[in-house]
Nanobody, 115 residues
């Protein structure tokens, strides 16, 4: 069974940085796309950043220029470098890995940015 495990969340002051990571246990084939989503209480889950197996990236406008998504295809691991954090970035961040026929969600990691 494939498992996704996020790590790197925590409490950080505004303007600080965090680096999230997510590792998928599936090892034979690289995921077609790996994505970070986030969800704050009372709000819809939103896409933060996504990266394909070929390295193509896309970002939400709210994080563009501050966050960087990268991946290691050999490890099926995705990273999210979060700089210049703002209180509005506070949310549970979820990892998502998609193959051609299946997809998996991680359980999430809490990111809290204090003001």
């Amino acid at each position: 069974q494939v498992q996704l495990v996020e790590s790197g969340g925590g409490l950080v002051p505004a303007g600080g940085s965090l680096r999230l990571s997510c590792a998928a246990s599936r090892s034979r084939f690289s995921a077609n796309a790996m994505t970070w989503y986030r969800q704050a209480p009372g709000k819809q889950r939103e896409l933060v950043a996504t990266i394909t197996s070929g390295g193509t990236t896309n970002y939400a406008d709210s994080v563009k220029g501050r966050f960087t998504i990268t991946r290691d295809n050999a490890k099926n691991t995705v990273y999210l470098q979060m700089n210049s954090l703002k209180p509005e970035d506070t949310a549970v961040y979820y990892c998502h890995a998609a193959w051609s026929t299946v997809a998996y969600w991680g359980r999430g990691t809490q990111v809290t940015v204090s003001s």
